[in-house]
């Protein structure tokens, strides 16, 4: 199947792609600029433009940005859209984190529509931010599913970085299906709602100081900054970046999966367990790590279910175990910059 992923150079995006040229799927890959098109290919020496093309779109948030990505020979037949912004310090949440998330969004799903008629199914990388409710803090009785959805209102999303964060993930989410519903396109959809996500860091970056935010995390006590206490886990459940990559695919390629929203998540996760795993498996990093007397960090109890049923029987994601996520993430630090 020939493919369109957009924001191929992402942490979550790096995966994507290699595991859909390993499926043997064509892919066409949108980035930002000619040097990330540059890495990408360098990461690909041996195949032809039939197998990996890619085409620059410097912004997302434009109307018609895609337009040229989409008109393709063979036909595109599905799309993934991952690029949306990611971080905790946008200065405008309208401009930087909004805009982008829902107007890429809505701005795929109608050139799908205008310039790729063939395609049959788009996927939408959205989070577990679009199901959290944070003012339900972490709701003993409740069981988080593909049913819940955050509430929060335009008014709070622009009143920190993290909150616009969340809206423009469950905004942008909401858009779509809005989409769908309105304009009943002949494609389905499938969206795909991960908590934090951990995994090896592949993607071309100049150093470590340029790290996805959700790997900072578990870079973070690599750092010697906490050595008297662990933080506080105020994100207990976690999910490997691969099984969100195959999540992804899956939801191209079963027909199962159409028109559903999928949590996905390899289950909870606190900070003094990331904590003890680089412990035991890192002893160049004992020195920097929160002392093994140093209290907090623990999984808050009692805390929310989680119901990820769907993305194991429709998606067959069976999940990677924290301890085999958090080794292979601060592995792929030794390689950053190399
Ligand atoms: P990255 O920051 O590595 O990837 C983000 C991607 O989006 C990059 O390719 C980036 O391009 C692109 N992008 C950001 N803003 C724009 C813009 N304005 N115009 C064009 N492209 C843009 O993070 P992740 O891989 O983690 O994120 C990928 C997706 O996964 C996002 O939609 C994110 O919301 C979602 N997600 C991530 C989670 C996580 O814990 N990592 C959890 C839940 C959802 P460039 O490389 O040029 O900056």
């Known amino acids: 199947t020939k493919v369109l992923l957009t924001g191929g150079s992402g942490f979550i995006a790096t995966h994507i792609l290699q595991q859909l040229l390993e499926r043997g799927h064509s892919v066409v890959t949108t980035v930002r600029s000619q040097e990330k098109a540059d ?4 990461a690909y020496p041996d195949l032809g433009y039939d197998r990996l093309d890619i085409v620059i779109v410097p912004d997302v948030a434009q109307p018609n940005a895609f337009d040229a990505a989409l008109i393709s020979d063979p036909p595109l037949r599905a799309v993934i859209h991952t690029a949306s912004p990611f971080h905790f310090n946008a200065t405008d949440i309208k401009k930087d984190m909004l805009d982008p998330a829902i107007n890429g969004t809505t701005g795929i799903l109608k050139a799908v529509v205008s310039n790729a008629p063939q ?7 959205s989070s577990f931010g679009s ?3 944070r003012s339900k803090g972490f709701w003993p009785d409740h069981t988080y599913s593909d049913a819940d959805w955050c509430p929060l209102t335009m008014e ?3 009143q920190h970085p993290g909150a616009g964060y969340q809206a423009s993930k469950t905004f942008a989410e909401r858009a779509a299906w809005d989409f769908m519903e309105k304009e009943k396109p002949s494609f389905t959809l499938a969206t795909i709602c991960p908590p934090l996500v951990f995994g090896p860091a592949t993607q071309s970056l100049s150093s470590l100081d340029a790290l996805n935010t959700s790997n900072q995390f578990v870079r973070s006590y690599l750092l010697g900054t906490s050595k008297e206490e662990i933080p506080p886990t105020m994100n207990p459940i976690f999910v490997d970046v691969r099984d969100v990559a195959l999540a992804h695919i899956a939801a191209i390629e079963k027909p199962e999966a159409a028109n559903k929203r999928f949590f996905i998540t390899g289950g909870y996760c606190s900070n003094r367990q990331i904590v003890d795993i680089i412990r035991k498996h890192f002893p160049e990093y004992h020195a920097q790590l929160p002392h093994v007397s140093a209290e907090g960090g623990d999984l808050p109890d009692p805390v929310y279910k989680i119901d990820n049923q769907p993305s194991k029987e429709i998606l067959g994601i069976q999940y990677r175990t924290l301890e085999e996520c958090i080794t292979d993430t601060v592995r792929s630090f030794g390689s950053v910059g190399k």
């Open 39 to 42: 890495k990408i290919k360098e």
């Open 131 to 133: 199901m959290l409710d």
């Open 119 to 125: 395609v049959e199914r788009v996927v939408i990388t």
């Open 156 to 158: 709070e999303a622009l």
